[in-house]
């Protein structure tokens, strides 16, 4: 026995980085290079039944379960550790070990499908599907493929559309099923060297696979349900969602297909790292296939992969003949039970250590949707409004620290938020926790603007200086800069005679009752006075000089 216990430790220690020489087994793929650009303008008219062709689009998405600790082993869960420093005997399957499950996971996999609208399955079990790569030592991955943690769901996302995209549109995507599984290890090809090194940190950690029916018609469809089922994870944290960090991996299958006759074939477009590409990968998609079908060719059935850099997407392997994944049940793992309720318990178990539905019910957060309309009749807000702050990170909550800080109308203050700070955030790259100007300091300076100390344009003026100089309050500025509202009537009186002496044309139009121009006559005195004056009181000198 305590030969084998070494043995198993110099085993362990020894694959810090495992080998995978190439020269074992080669893998040749074939990439076509030839271009196929998706072009933005509309495709001509050839015939009416071409014009027919529409995109059916199905995604499989892996959620990387938010776990201390993997599926089925103790080791710790860690983006970028050293490569095979959180590896179990367990992970690296060596003989002997058994698997453990983590109940955390569980309670997420029951939370996720309870946010979504699904059927728990009281009952699901554990199968093996069987594939062989390096980065796979068991050469199966436990999953559910006969009776999953949850089925027949419904996810509700919401988009904007419309001719000036300020019209939510709501839409629903079915969910077939999410279930449990373990995640592979991760293959580092080495080209300078002719090897593959193999970690194995990722492999075992808790993923759910979420299965949506092919409901959606194109790109933008499929990345407003991604970011909405983002959301939702987030919400419930039970998965981070960052997709740059692998958290996030979608699948997308695609194909075209005129309504009213059999979906057409598919091609699965895979491991998808952005939400945008995600659209772009999958417009492009239809495009080409579209394009196929029209000069009478025949899509195939294969697995491709999305380069961001040409826009396209690039075969990647054929997928015509079946693979065969030779799946059985996990002879190691029982049935997985969950209970309806406490009251369902069999005498003797704890509820403490038991996966209860309804506990977990109970304790579900505001969801996005909910989000959003609680929003709009709190606020009287609109709904695109609201659809901005929920599904920019962190933008619901800088806004509802701003309305406590200020009594002016949740209008104007929208108005502020997702014009002036969203668009100085997104000029910068930068999130709205890294926001030099704190919700304070914003509500501090729209209660100067609501007092008649600077005008609206002053105010614009001050919220640049104060991003480019955090720390310096609104008032601060207004001090240094002189740039409080001139209301002193005499000076107001000799710029305006000022500008309606030297603008004899847009008196005589005044005059003659074209109203509006009085509105330029009040932008050139602003202008003589750097947009200080009194916007009240230039209006009446302006229309009494003007009568």
Known sequence: MAASCIAASELLHNIKLIPYHKASCVLIRRISTSKLKCSSQPVAEATSASQQLVGVVGLEIHAQISSNTKLFSGSSVQFLAPPNSLVSF?????????????????????????ALNCTINKKSLFDRKHYFYADLPAGYQITQQRRPVAVDGVLTYSFLGGKKRNQVIRKNVHIKQLQLEQDSGKSLH????????????????????????PDMSGGEEAAAAVRELQLILQALGTCQGNMSEGQLRVDANVSVHR????LGVRTEVKNINSIRFLAKAIDFEIQRQTDVV??????????????????????????EGLQDYRFMPEPNLPPLIVFEDNASLPAGIDACQAVVVQTIKEGLPELPGIKRDRLVQ??????????TLVNEDGLMEYFEAVMRATKREPRKVIGWVTNELVGLLKQQNMSVSHSPVVPAALAELLELQEAGHISSSVAKQVFQEMWRSPGKTGAEIIREQDLGLVSDAAKLHRVCQKVVDSHPDEVCAIRSGNKKVLNRLMGLVQKELKGRADPVLVREILQEKTS
Do not use: W
């Not at 698997?99 to 955390?104: A, D, E, F, H, T």
């Not at 309504?259 to 059999?262: D, M, S, T």
């Open 90 to 114: 367990f992970d690296a399957s060596l003989p002997g070990t058994l698997p453990v499950l983590n109940r955390r996971c569980v309670e997420a996999a029951v939370m996720t499908g309870l």
């Open 190 to 213: 080495d080209d300078v060297n002719n090897q593959t090194l193999i970690d194995l940190n990722r492999a075992g950690v808790g993923l759910m696979e979420l299965v949506m029916e």
């Open 259 to 262: 309504p009213g006759e059999p």
């Open 294 to 319: 029209q000069r009478g060719g025949t899509v195939k059935n294969e697995t491709r992969a999305y380069d961001s850099k040409s826009g396209e997407t690039v075969p990647m392997r054929d997928k």
């Open 378 to 387: 709190a606020y009287g807000i609109l709904p695109e409004h609201s659809f």
